[in-house]
């Protein structure tokens, strides 16, 4: 065998570089201008390529995304779409105009219906909705990048870049790309003559294009205190008073909503009424959440790494590097990759919620005509089977969960669902079955798309009450735990009402008034923070809210 | 409250800086001379700081090791450990002189029973042994490093470094460190004018020394294959007949050892005969194993991310771009966080050995009188819970496993465990009771540190046949699958000779001749590689082995 027969990629990475050449200028040979980007895009993304087309819950390579959109579908086309998050519309418009053909994802927020109809269509093939980190691993093993487009704040004339507080996947997606003969090209905000600080280095890069508009960032994880309800805050006192205090949970990491804004608006008030500081909460796998910032100015947490960062805080982060993670330059710096491995394996609790439970416990966010996709959910809200070192949380929680006392002990993670029983528009949160059922036969895929498994759940959280599952012996238990919380919803009214009072005397469903919680107390007064401006007031004017947030 | 409050990490890591100025010199003001390394580590480290001491299955930055242990006691102790390997007498010196007192780690091979001993006279403080990924996800969360003492292949005069092929652990360690106020010390074995790339940018660094002597590198991946046995080969036939080709495995990882070897250079014999190649083992998380050359060779394999590197196989895989992950420069990046997140999340096997399998199928490596770490194992070794993506392997294993139609179906990871019933000195793998029982009173641990736990088991290998754990129905039958290929180790013997006879009649037990394997057929000839010397011949003289791998 001839050398060069090992060396396939290397030799299609050149001849792609050399069919660009033309294009790229700088001392570098790396810049291209805005406007040629849609050539650039023509001259190394080939039919049938693996792209990865940066775009995740914050941060999108939207430039890019736009100019991939407008290529001549004649020349490329049926690409494979590699993405942490399907967010924009340009994203579907590729599948559209059969510029792309198939896609392996992990979230789609606003798209959910899109992607929805273009499978009905026939004109997208999903191949798996992954968690971020699963599809990160693939990018090592089978779903290498041939090209990536990523975003970047800045680069210098070398092509280093600089990420800053929004790193989030970049590392992961260019270091998959770059080592196996993938073209990085990045689009970013301006190219400066030095920068902050080095978050990729310019060998890794191969084309810089400075975008003719900022990429965009969505404030995802921004909950405006106002619109939290009086049962929110009743299930956040249900939560701080009957899990993170019971179990001594200190290591966690919250999903995105009001509920666990909620959560997090309680701890300097309610928590420390329960003399809760330095016991509960200290460190933290955590997007910035805004509604985080009286906790911490309070003094609970002492540490925050984030898989992103969040539109305004900015000046607040780099203010408490204590707290944060942060470079040299006073800036965060996010990982999306590190921060998923610390949320599985590093905390003893995953708290969120989700659209549909069924009465096993497995939860969806995808429902009928809607492919929402999962993010990081399933990596932080599984047993992380792997962990061996022991924490009170852990213990105690594997503890509970032992049926026999032969079996060797095991640590166990605290998984937690937490819901209203009935949604907005009064649709149920507890069904008999899943809509993930028909969406598989309608996505062509074996097993139904679940979010959490329920032998990964510990707890249900709802207005009735809390459910022990880990208490549960059997499945028949563990089913009527699950309708004793579930309320007025048709799940709940089918409860066996002897089982459940049973269940609930032995402590496997804790009602409020079982852990000594007045419904009466649960008060908006409660909240440490009741709008955006007294998060704005409590950071000392360092927290700086999206516009859309502002109403003063 | 003033802004300094939440800057006391700045603050600290500015005057460790400011101690340590005068030592340090060069354009960047980053380079110590070797002989000042002592008084380096004086000025910098305190009392009572967390120490990420580098040092994994390959790469040792020994010579801070060597500078750590000869710092006075009396100024700098109590120091907590963490580290991915303890494998230098170094390591172990530094609890004996109480510079450290406790430590995290993840393995220790040679220093195993040194651990074991320490522990028993009271000198360390264990808090826990982990899989790697749990430890570098911990290094974001509550064991974020105050000093991370690194090693690299060079650095250049603003302190970038090149870590190349054994880029290893590195990234995740100095991103810890360099985001949260530590400080980074690398050892290099050279300081060049440029590198042939970047791994880590330099503003991430802050002391550069140049090495009196290049830092160690293990070989711990290479197997003589003159080694492996016929009942090896048998074994390996097995899996590859009975596991690999029934499940259609295309994504896996395999462990260390010579039962693992067998397999590999199986491939293109057996493998080849029965028309497996394209159809399994096309994708690797793997360090670059020797003993794989001949599956490359003969187009098995079409890709390998790895671990970390294995000495002599540098040119082998600078010449197989097209396999290996490597860089514009042609030399390979290996990343330990990326290839443990791919191993978890992207393979749909691991296999491996171990030295203890108990009636419930854990199996641990911590015997009596040694504390021998687990490494990748319990994270390979585990179901992915976060899952999703489906893989006909995947899938097929989660079907069997299925008790229960109205379960919400799941796939399953392959974990499979390949032991001789009998080790080294007739010391029998199958026991009663595991060892790491004692050894977690010892450590004051709750739970026994188990390598792999029973449920997470699929398959258990003999050379008395394959139990596939996954269709045992209760723990009745899976105790009896066990038993039934413990062959004449007191667990064989005390098998259910009936229920044994049952298991094999449905198929959940199968011996050589069920699978159609002829032991006379498993012979040495069947090896692709029979010495060394044959695999740098398979490997076209690129292959360049150790020096105590050579008896030519």
Same mark, same amino acid.
């Given at each position: 065998m001839t050398n060069t027969a090992w060396r396939q990629g290397q030799q299609s990475k050149a001849a792609r570089l050399g069919r660009a050449a033309h294009l790229a200028g700088g001392s570098s040979g790396k810049v291209v201008q805005a406007d040629q980007t849609v050539a650039l895009l023509e001259s190394v993304v080939q039919p049938g390529d693996r792209v990865c087309l940066e775009g995740n819950n914050q941060k999108q390579a939207d430039f890019l995304a736009q100019c991939l959109a407008k290529v001549n579908p004649q020349h490329v086309h049926d690409l494979h779409l590699l993405q942490s998050v399907v967010a924009l519309p340009e994203h579907t418009a590729l599948f559209d105009k059969g510029i792309a053909k198939e896609i392996d994802f992990s979230f789609s927020g606003p798209q959910g219906a899109r992607l929805a109809n273009l499978v009905a269509a026939g004109?997208?093939?999903? *191949?798996a909705i992954h968690t971020y980190l699963e599809l990160f691993g693939r990018y090592f093993v089978d /779903?290498?990048?041939?090209v990536a487009l990523i975003a970047a704040e800045a680069a210098d004339a070398q092509g280093n870049l600089y990420t800053g507080? *929004?790193? $989030?996947?970049t590392p992961a997606i260019v270091e998959a790309a770059a080592f196996k003969n993938g073209i990085v090209i990045v689009q970013v905000n301006e190219i400066r003559? =030095? /920068?902050?600080?080095?978050?990729?280095?310019?060998?890794?890069? @191969?084309f810089v294009i400075h975008a003719p508009r900022p990429n965009y960032i969505e404030p995802l994880f921004t909950r405006d205190p106002?619109?939290?309800?009086e049962i929110q805050v009743l299930m956040a006192m249900m939560v701080i008073k009957g899990i993170y205090a019971e179990y001594g949970v200190k290591r966690l990491n919250h999903g995105i909503g009001f509920d666990t804004a909620a959560i997090e608006l309680l701890l300097p008030t309610y928590g420390e009424q329960l003399g809760l500081k330095g016991k509960i909460c200290t460190n933290w796998a955590l997007?910035?959440?805004? !509604?985080?910032i009286p906790a911490i100015e309070a003094g609970f947490v002492q540490s925050v790494h984030s898989f992103g960062s969040e539109l305004g805080m900015e000046k607040y982060i780099a203010a408490r590097p204590d707290v944060f993670f942060t470079g040299n330059d006073g800036s965060m710096r996010s990982n999306r990759a590190f921060c998923q491995a610390a949320g599985h394996y590093a905390c003893d609790l995953f708290i969120g919620s989700t659209l549909q439970i069924d009465t096993f416990g497995n939860s969806s966010t995808a429902t009928k005509g809607r492919i929402a996709g999962f993010g990081g959910a399933p990596n932080m809200g599984? @047993?992380?089977?792997g962990r061996r070192h022991e924490s009170e949380a852990w213990v105690k929680a594997g503890r509970e969960a032992?049926?026999?006392?032969?079996?060797m002990p095991r640590g166990r993670k605290l998984v937690v669902q937490m819901v209203e029983t009935f949604r907005e528009?009064? !649709?149920?949160?507890?069904? $008999?079955?899943?809509?993930a059922w028909d969406l598989a036969e309608s996505m062509g895929l074996? *097993?139904?798309?679940?979010?959490?498994f329920g032998d990964d759940v510990t707890h249900i959280v709802t207005e009735e009450g809390i459910a022990n599952? /880990?208490?549960?012996?059997g499945e028949e238990e563990r089913e009527q735990a699950i309708r004793g919380v579930a309320g007025y919803t048709d799940v709940g009214m089918a409860r066996d009402k002897k089982m459940v009072e049973a269940l609930r005397a032995r402590g496997v469903i804790r009602r409020a008034e079982d852990l000594g919680?007045?419904?009466? @107390?649960? =008060?908006? @007064?409660?909240? !440490?923070?009741?709008t955006v401006k007294d998060l704005v007031r409590a950071s000392g004017g360092l927290y700086n809210p999206p516009s859309r947030f502002r109403n003063w």
């Open positions: 004109k997208i093939k999903i *191949n /779903l290498t990048p041939n507080p *929004n790193t $989030e996947d003559d =030095t /920068l902050p600080r080095v978050d990729v280095p310019a060998d890794w890069v @191969d106002a619109q939290i309800s997007n910035p959440h805004p !509604a985080l599984a @047993d992380a089977r032992q049926a026999n006392p032969k079996h528009h009064m !649709a149920p949160a507890f069904v $008999e079955r899943l809509d074996n *097993n139904p798309p679940v979010m959490i599952l /880990l208490l549960c012996r919680i007045a419904r009466r @107390d649960a =008060t908006r @007064d409660l909240l !440490a923070a009741k």
